[in-house]
């Protein structure tokens, strides 16, 4: 198994915690993994992406053109990587920021809505985790016990706190995410 992964979407909605996240998963569960976060000095506000390899034999180059999975959170994230989906590939969005919807017909596209479901859980940060739970229910890379194992990791020892809410929006997303018509 390798997944190639773009996560892509506007500063501060937590895409490179959720590469981040997910990379430290596949270290649980003793993958090969590659984190490679890209983002300009604008940081909050700003586009970010981060792209993540997930894979049972070693990674020959962390530097790709073209990925098996797209998750973008916005429009201008729709627009730089849908064509950079392969064929067959996966596209999952978030309906929240995107005025045009994916229109391509060689890939499964699922639409979450995800920042519909912060809002109802009242919590913006869980944004996230539900977008992973999402994925994870698509394509399970990582368990969702590796996932628990990783946010002891990736998040700071004040916020372990928030660990089951953040796993109960993973199940969420698990729930929320449909294949576009």
């Not at 990379?23 to 940081?43: C, F, I, N, R």
């Not at 969702?144 to 990791?153: C, D, F, Q, S």
């Amino acid at each position: 198994m390798k997944k190639e992964i773009i996560i892509s979407g506007f500063g501060g909605q937590g895409v490179l915690s959720m590469g981040k996240i997910l990379a430290y998963s596949g270290l649980m569960e003793d993958k090969q993994v590659t984190w490679m976060p890209a983002y300009g000095p604008e940081q909050r506000g700003g586009t970010a992406n981060v792209t993540v390899i997930i894979s049972d034999d070693r990674i020959s180059s962390p530097i790709l053109s073209k990925y098996d999975i797209a998750i973008v959170l916005n429009q201008p994230s729709l627009d730089k990587f849908e064509s950079k989906v392969k064929p067959g590939g996966t596209l999952i969005y978030d309906g929240y920021g995107i005025m045009n919807p994916p229109t391509r017909q060689d890939i499964t596209v699922y639409r979450l809505d995800a920042m519909d479901k912060a809002a109802e859980m009242k919590n913006a940060k869980v944004f996230n985790m539900i977008v992973l739970g999402g994925l994870l229910k698509i394509c399970p890379v990582v368990s969702t016990k590796g996932l628990e194992k990783a946010l002891y990791k990736a998040l700071p020892e004040r916020h372990h706190n928030m660990i089951p809410l953040n796993m109960q929006a993973v199940e969420e997303g698990m729930k929320l995410i449909k294949v576009k018509k």
